[in-house]
């Protein structure tokens, strides 16, 4: 089962390409880190902000990661994780939060690579 079968993800262009063009056109909302290769996107994060109570500070929440399926394995995901939460430390960001899938294993052992950590938190969600 891969992102695109996941219950809570179903694939619609025109709502992503809203939502990415108002994160682009927002210091505040959020950053999207890319990798090219010449004048092509292989990579992309997609860092979202917001206040933690807790903590009393900015946190993020990298919101979508993505490798082109021609390009994985060859460091690009970790060399733009490296330099995503590098821009995070610089913008002087407490935490950093994701969700993953459940069953992909696969993401799970790449963000553990990178530092993430299993949270105790459970996530619940409501459609409105």
Known sequence: MGWEDSFEFSSDHLKQRVALE???NS???GDIYVCLLDTKIVA???ILYT???ALGSQVAILEDMIVDKE???QGIGRSL???TLAQLKVKKIQRVTLLSDTTNTKAH???EQQGFI?????PFRKIL
């Open 118 to 122: 299993h949270s105790t938190m459970t």
């Open 22 to 24: 108002q994160i682009v």
């Open 71 to 73: 390009y994985r394995g």
């Open 27 to 29: 210091d505040a909302l």
């Open 81 to 83: 994780v490296e330099f």
């Open 44 to 46: 992309m994060v997609n």
């Open 51 to 53: 206040i933690s109570t």
């Open 109 to 111: 052992n790449f963000y």
